[in-house]
């Protein structure tokens, strides 16, 4: 089973300001199949970026997907106040899927 | 427009059962995996069990392995999670999601409350 470990736990940020978060796999993602996910509090989870580097449908081009291997990044380039969130990486490189244990980036 | 729709939580005793289903729309269930995931309040998401198109293919979670089902109907464009011998553990909000190998669309979930 591929362990996800994401980090920071928590992102203290202002509005306006850059976010990096970290995503790093114990064993090789295949295919760089890693996905990024935004959970609001109270909603499901929604598809922010999949393979990596691609967006999904709908998704600003404020958050970009990077990395390859065992390492991830995703970046908001620019917080916006609706941006405020747990996030949380995924990868289908291999089964079962498993997901990091989140982060949560939250208003300075 | 794509939606899945959860019913079926509530709250049971340990040991008992529960049968959760999602009503899918918007596209063709018969061409996609179709997965559970939980959370469990205050924690971050599990995937529970998945199953291919035509159902020949299931898999689960070592933590739900021989308690729970995952079927569908394809022509009631339905997916379902018969889940027995539940445990305080498996409280949780259980949601359906379209599997492409990543999980693009979501149900809102379906809260399942195990407690005596």
């Known amino acids: 089973e591929i362990v996800l470990t994401q980090s920071p736990g928590t992102l203290s940020l202002s509005p306006g300001e850059r976010a990096t978060l970290s995503c790093r796999a114990s064993q090789s993602v295949g295919g760089s199949f890693l996905a990024w996910y935004q959970q609001k509090s109270g909603q499901a989870p929604r598809l922010l970026i999949y393979s990596a580097s691609s967006r999904a449908t709908g998704i600003p081009d404020r958050f970009s997907g990077s990395g390859s291997g065992t390492d991830f990044t995703l970046t908001i380039s620019r917080l916006e106040p609706e941006d405020f969130a747990v996030y949380y990486c995924q990868q289908y490189g291999g089964s079962p899927r498993t997901f990091g244990q989140g982060t949560k980036v939250e208003i300075k | 427009e794509v939606h899945l729709v959860e019913s079926g939580g509530g709250l049971v005793p340990p040991g008992g059962s529960l049968s959760l289903s999602c009503a899918a729309s918007?596209?063709?269930?018969?061409?996609?995996?179709m997965t559970w995931i939980r959370q469990a309040p205050g924690k971050g998401l599990e995937w529970v069990a998945n199953m291919n198109q035509d159902g020949s293919e299931r898999y689960y979670a070592d933590s739900v392995k021989g308690r729970f089902t995952i079927s569908r109907d394809n022509a009631k464009n339905s997916v379902f999670l018969q889940m027995n011998s539940l445990r305080v553990e498996d409280t949780a909000v259980y949601y359906c999601a379209r599997h492409s190998g990543n999980f693009d669309y979501w149900g809102q979930g379906t809260s399942v409350s195990v407690s005596s």
């Open positions: 918007g596209f063709s269930l018969s061409n996609f995996w």
